[in-house]
């Protein structure tokens, strides 16, 4: 089965802390991909990598960077955290885009910013 | 950019098919459509995926008009354990923006 691992379930930051958050797929995945989830608002696209070191930015990008220095590893990056940014984050992974490929979900890390 | 819209949130009872139908009036003639299933606590999780007419695997269907621009999910004899957030996705054919509706809660009443 294909596994997707986030690095913590449940993280409490200070405003204007650097915070990351790790990913890791052991699929050999191309693709990965970065949401947040917050009530009412599903979930919506940060970021996105179909390589390594390449990334391309999703719905809201603003606030957040990314990492893919390895193939199976994807980081994101909250160079300042805000309390705006207190929310469910999601992790996935998939073998293709393009082709209808199935997208592989990790448990998620909720994020407190205080 | 296909968006799609679900309803908020469904009723049903065990035993029941339920249809939840998602709305993607601008998909894209590479748009992939795709449904996920979200329990609390956990990441979403694929169901099931079609571009056309029909598809059947072990969980669901889904069936596609000829125009697109709707899809309905169908969960035949729904059980408690079904009791999740429906997404529905329009996947787009190339290294474009991922977008999900802002999701459907099913509950499954005894």
């Known amino acids: 089965d294909v596994k997707v691992t986030q690095s913590s379930r449940y993280l409490v930051k200070r405003t204007g802390e650097k915070v990351f958050l790790e990913c890791v797929q052991d699929?050999?995945?191309?693709?990965m991909f970065w949401y947040r989830q917050d009530p009412g608002l599903g979930l919506r696209l940060i970021y996105f990598?179909?390589?390594?070191?390449?990334?391309e930015k999703g719905d809201i990008p603003e606030g957040y960077s990314v990492s893919r220095e390895k193939k199976e590893r994807f980081s994101l990056i909250l160079e300042s955290a805000s309390t705006n940014q207190t929310s469910m984050y999601l992790c996935?992974?998939?073998?293709?885009?393009?082709?209808?490929?199935?997208?592989?979900f990790g448990p998620g890390t909720r994020l407190t910013v205080t | 950019l296909a968006k799609t819209t679900q309803p908020i949130s469904m009723d049903s009872y065990e035993g029941q098919e339920v249809n939840i139908t998602c709305s993607h009036n601008?998909?894209?003639?590479?748009?992939?459509i795709t449904w996920y299933q979200q329990f609390p606590s956990q990441g979403p999780r694929f169901i099931i995926q079609?571009?056309?007419t029909k598809v059947t695997n072990e969980v669901a269907s889904l069936f596609i008009p000829a125009d697109r621009k709707s899809s309905t999910l169908s969960l035949p004899r729904v059980s408690l354990s079904d009791t999740a957030v429906y997404y529905c996705?329009?996947?787009?054919?190339?290294?474009?923006?991922?977008?999900f509706g802002a999701g459907t809660r099913l509950a499954v009443h005894p």
């Open positions: 699929m050999d995945h191309e693709n």
């Open positions: 601008n998909i894209a003639t590479n748009d992939y």
């Open positions: 996705l329009v996947e787009p054919g190339g290294y474009n923006k991922l977008i």
């Open positions: 079609g571009y056309k």
């Open positions: 996935a992974s998939s073998p293709y885009l393009g082709q209808g490929g199935e997208q592989y």
């Open positions: 990598s179909y390589d390594v070191k390449m990334k």
